[in-house]
T-cell receptor
Framework: DTGVSQDPRHKITKRGQNVTFRCDPI?????LYWYRQTLGQGPEFLTY????????KSRLLSDRFSAERPKGSFSTLEIQRTEQGDSAMYLC??????????FGPGTRLTVT | AQKITQTQPGMFVQEKEAVTLDCTYD???????LFWYKQPSSGEMIFLIY??????QNATEGRYSLNFQKARKSANLVISASQLGDSAMYFC???????????FGKGTHLIIQP
């Protein structure tokens, strides 16, 4: 049984660089979510896909952030011109129904 | 106002005792869902239990049960017979009917002592 996977698990980048993260959901799951978690806080919702359609975006998702889910399978989250405030754990989650949402291990981003 | 409030930043509990983690929520939507997740030091969010607003019975999953009191807007997690491996952060979260994203509380750090 393969869960949600994310790549890379850790990323260190310099301020101003672009970074891209990948999420592979559980294969039959049509719903995919991105969250951000900073130290000592609960995760914050960023965006939601149903199949390939991006149906919801949080106000937290500034214009430097973009997410895609081509063909309704894996998803990517890109951050352009990274800032130190972008340092966080980026969590991907997927589900088939709305009542059981499973999370991946996360990508920890450090912006120096 | 905060949508999800977890009033216990940290808790110490003796092994084998039952634990209740508090969660209150705020919504005017009649349709909503409540979730509990466990996050060990490894960082992965582990789904524990779900309660829908229209569910007549309290949800249970093994040693986990959700004490759902709709009128009080509370959804406390009860862990029976705690184990050392239960030491982790625990997050309560809510999905409101019209939205797809979850709103999380700040979490409770549970430490089980031998």
């Amino acid at each position: 049984d393969t869960g949600v996977s994310q790549d890379p698990r850790h990323k260190i980048t310099k301020r101003g660089q672009n970074v891209t993260f990948r999420c592979d959901p559980i294969s039959e799951h049509n719903r995919l979510y991105w969250y951000r978690q900073t130290l000592g806080q609960g995760p914050e919702f960023l965006t939601y896909f149903q199949n390939e359609a991006q149906l919801e975006k949080s106000r937290l998702l500034s214009d430097r952030f973009s997410a895609e889910r081509p063909k309704g399978s894996f998803s990517t989250l890109e951050i352009q011109r990274t800032e130190q405030g972008d340092s966080a754990m980026y969590l991907c989650a997927s589900s088939l129904a709305a009542d059981h949402i499973g999370f991946g291990p996360g990508t920890r981003l450090t912006v120096t | 106002a905060q949508k999800i409030t977890q009033t216990q930043p940290g808790m110490f509990v003796q092994e084998k005792e039952a634990v209740t983690l508090d969660c209150t929520y705020d919504t005017s939507d009649p349709s909503y869902g409540l979730f509990w997740y466990k996050q060990p030091s490894s960082g992965e969010m582990i789904f524990l239990i779900y309660q829908g607003s229209y569910d007549q019975q309290n949800a249970t999953e093994g040693r986990y049960s959700l004490n759902f009191q709709k009128a009080r807007k509370s959804a406390n997690l009860v862990i029976s017979a705690s184990q050392l491996g239960d030491s982790a952060m625990y997050f309560c979260a809510m999905r409101e009917g019209g939205a797809d994203g979850l709103t999380f509380g700040k979490g409770t750090h549970l430490i089980i002592q031998p």
